[in-house]
């Protein structure tokens, strides 16, 4: 029903920047809201970013003020901007998409890495 293309991600030091970028294919209704959780070792699943169709924002409080997240409607592409990161940015960013921010739909996920 959904599928999606993960890009991006790697490695920075303490300060850096990185990005990721997701296009989603599928039913559309389905990618009404797309994002990225992410999964650090040992601790649950997270929203990080998500953003509907119509450009309604919802971050995570860690993030506010670091990470940008933007939308494509044409392309059903997202992408994330992430700046000032740090050590617990660390993690698996998992690209996601669904009807509420409660995301059903999943990619593979994408390892981002800060190191000091």
């Known amino acids: 029903q959904v599928q999606f293309a993960e890009s991006g991600g790697g490695s920075a030091q303490v300060g850096g920047s990185l990005g990721l970028s997701c296009a989603g294919s599928?039913?559309?209704?389905?990618?009404?809201?797309m994002g990225w959780y992410r999964q650090a070792p040992g601790k649950q699943r997270e929203l990080v970013a998500g953003?509907?169709?119509?450009?309604?924002?919802n971050l995570a409080d860690s993030v506010k003020g670091r990470f940008t997240i933007s939308r494509d409607n044409a392309k059903n592409t997202v992408y994330l901007e992430m700046t000032k990161l740090e050590p617990d940015d660390t993690a698996v960013y998992y690209c996601?998409?669904?009807?509420?921010?409660?995301?059903?739909?999943w990619g593979q996920g994408t390892q981002v890495t800060v190191s000091s």
């Open positions: 996601g998409s669904g009807t509420s921010w409660d995301f059903a739909y």
């Open positions: 599928g039913t559309p209704w389905l990618l009404n809201r």
């Open positions: 953003i509907s169709r119509a450009g309604n924002r």
